[in-house]
């Protein structure tokens, strides 16, 4: 019997305090501001530049990572909606997508399907987690702590640090 990701959850799960402590705080290199970056494992393979960002309201996978994928062209869903990049500016969408996406930080895992658009524009990134995966997982970012912390399905925290040296 298989068992889809959504039907695993429980209520339970998410009833977990995610608390960020001084002791989180003790490998994290003086900042101004940088960006929190993580690793994912995306459709098989480990990304890396994977941008937390809570200012996008969607979730994107840019075309160079799509093609370092090896993802077939023929994936993408058609999407028509236009997209408008951080200056306003039309960012070409080539479609979306829905990839299995594992977060873990070598203890303890969540695997969920999120939906990515994928966009055909430069970026220092491979791809963004924007509101709509943070809130399904009840990810909590904090640049402070340069971290972001998110229960499993059985009520365990993960903590998935930021790259520092990557992000800057």
């Known amino acids: 019997m298989v068992m889809s990701v959504e039907a695993q959850r429980t209520d339970d799960a998410f009833d977990v305090d995610l608390v960020f402590t001084k002791a989180d705080l003790e490998e994290v290199v003086p900042h101004d501001n940088d960006p929190i970056m993580i690793s994912a494992v995306t459709a098989g393979r480990k990304v890396h530049r994977v941008l937390v960002d809570q200012g996008s309201s969607t979730d994107v996978m840019f075309w160079t990572t799509f093609n370092k994928l ?3 062209p023929d994936m993408p869903r058609p999407y028509g909606v236009c997209l408008y990049g951080f200056a306003g500016d039309h960012v070409e969408v080539r479609g979306y997508l829905e990839l299995r996406t594992t977060f873990t930080d070598g203890t303890a895992s969540r695997t969920e399907i ?5 966009v055909n524009t430069f970026s220092a990134y491979n791809m963004l987690l924007g509101r709509p995966t943070l809130n399904r997982l009840g990810a909590v970012p904090p640049t402070r702590h340069m971290m972001m912390k998110l229960p499993d399905l059985t009520g365990k925290v ?11």
Not at 114 to 118: E, F, Q
């Open 70 to 72: 090896q993802l077939s």
């Open 114 to 118: 999120i939906r990515y658009l994928v």
């Open 158 to 168: 993960i903590t998935i640090k930021s790259d520092q040296k990557e992000a800057k």
